[in-house]
């Protein structure tokens, strides 16, 4: 089972407001909000740039339109601290007690997840990030760079993650089963994956049956 790391498993919205607000104070979610517009456009426009150079370049045209003068250096400086959800570990765990191997698929530079991983609780078998395959989801590079280095059959191979856009298209693309993990309740069409659960701990029960 491979997954998406930040926004499925680490919460990274609450660690970009943890680390923004001691500098946006009450513009920090209006800077979150800016955020959300600007990263998308740095990537289009930089696709095999460094997770941290959009890092700083989203943040700053985040900062402009929020009004507040920020550093792009803010994020990457304050990445280490972004931390789990709550039921992450004991949901990797529980999967790998079932039997499962898991891998991450992150649109992050080797560094930055290096930074967190800890936070997982669980050591991956194998991660693949945007930096090594020079692309981001939901371009197929991480996918692609997986099944060489694993040869796992696709029909022995569950992608699980919050994203419907970045994750959940290229898995169902490629004919892999998928879990959406839909913390957001985003409103996407269900009907592209195999399982729609909201949480972790919602999946962990599902991946029995899967398995």
């Given at each position: ?9 680490l919460?990274?919205?609450a660690g970009?407001?943890r680390?923004?607000e001691p500098?946006a104070g ?9 955020f959300?517009e ?11 740039a460094?997770?941290?150079?959009i ?5 700053e ?6 009004g507040?003068?920020?550093s792009?250096d803010?994020l ?5 601290t972004?931390g789990?959800f709550?039921?992450?570990?004991a ?7 079932q039997g499962?191997s898991?891998?991450?698929?992150t649109n992050c530079d080797k560094?930055?997840?290096?930074a967190?991983q ?6 991956p078998?194998l991660v693949i ?5 020079g692309s981001?989801?939901?371009?197929l590079?991480?996918f692609?760079r997986?099944?060489a280095a694993?040869s796992?059959a696709?029909?022995?191979w569950?992608?699980a993650?919050v994203?419907w856009w970045?994750?959940m298209v290229?898995a169902?693309d ?6 959406w993990?839909d913390r957001?309740d985003s ?7 195999t399982?729609?659960v909201p949480?972790?701990?919602s999946?962990?029960r ?6």
């Open positions: 089972m491979t997954f998406d790391c930040y926004g499925t498993l919460d990274w919205q970009f407001r680390i923004l500098v009450p513009r920090t979610d209006a800077v979150v909000s800016a959300h600007t990263e998308p456009q740095v990537q289009a426009e930089n696709p095999h460094l997770y941290k150079e890092l700083r370049e989203g943040l045209r985040a900062a402009r339109q929020a507040v003068p920020l792009g803010v990457v400086a304050g990445w280490g972004i789990a709550p039921d992450t570990v949901a990797l765990e529980e999967l790998r007690s499962w898991l891998g991450i698929l560094d930055l997840f290096a967190t800890a936070a997982l609780g669980v050591e078998d990030t945007s930096e090594e395959v981001y989801k939901p371009a590079g991480h692609e997986f099944e694993t796992v696709r029909a022995d569950v992608h993650a994203s970045h994750d290229p169902r490629l004919g892999l089963r998928r879990i993990v957001e409103g996407h069409d269900p009907s592209i994956v399982a729609r949480d972790m701990a999946l962990a599902v991946a029995k049956e899967l398995a």
